[in-house]
């Protein structure tokens, strides 16, 4: 899976009004913005906790990004004098990213996932106001109503959180 790095430059002139989803037969990696985020998953503000798809292979994997702004409502609590995205957040961001490639399955395009379980997941860094989050989730198992994914979520290359995530799909 190639990652983009801010070296590289984009071709968004394919982009249209409809999510920009790469086939299982196309090799290029597509970007989706934050417009053909929300065609694919039903969360909205403040919940919504992915900005962008920088890459995404079909029935593999997906890369997405979080920018942590200080303006995030949950860093009005957690914690007053010294800011910290929750934890639970942070797997909510990796099942979102992960929720993008379980939509594209065949057959599973109306489908919603939803929390199933989640195992080994562990924290190593915490992610502050201005991180720039960088969420990669592979497919490791795809059944017809349920889903495996690992989950890695990276600031500045370095890991801040990792696990597995299962998903249960219902029909929307």
């Given at each position: ?21 790469a ?11 934050i417009e ?5 998953l ?7 906790l ?21 303006n ?15 934890g ?15 939509r594209h ?25 201005g991180d ?6 592979e ?17 500045d290359?370095?890991l801040?959180c ?11």
């Amino acid at each position: 899976m190639s990652t983009l790095t801010e070296e590289t430059t984009i071709n968004t002139s394919n982009l249209n009004s409809e999510p920009a989803v790469a086939t299982a037969e196309s090799e290029a990696s597509k970007i989706l913005m934050i417009e053909d985020i929300q065609k694919l998953l039903p969360h909205r503000y403040p919940f919504l906790l992915v900005d962008r798809i920088i890459d995404f292979v079909p029935n593999k994997s997906a890369t997405g990004i979080k920018n942590v702004t200080f303006n995030e409502p949950f860093f009005q609590g957690h914690f007053p004098n010294r800011p910290i995205m929750p934890g639970v957040l942070i797997v909510e961001a990796m099942a979102q990213v992960g929720g993008i490639v379980l939509r594209h399955l065949p057959g599973m395009e109306d489908q919603l996932s939803l929390f199933a379980g989640i195992d080994k997941v562990r924290f190593r860094r915490p992610v502050v106001p201005g991180d720039r989050l960088t969420i990669t989730t592979e497919l490791l198992v795809s059944r017809k109503r349920f889903g495996k994914m690992h989950g890695r979520a990276e600031v500045d290359g370095q890991l801040a959180c990792e696990g597995e995530l299962m998903f249960s799909l219902v029909t929307l």
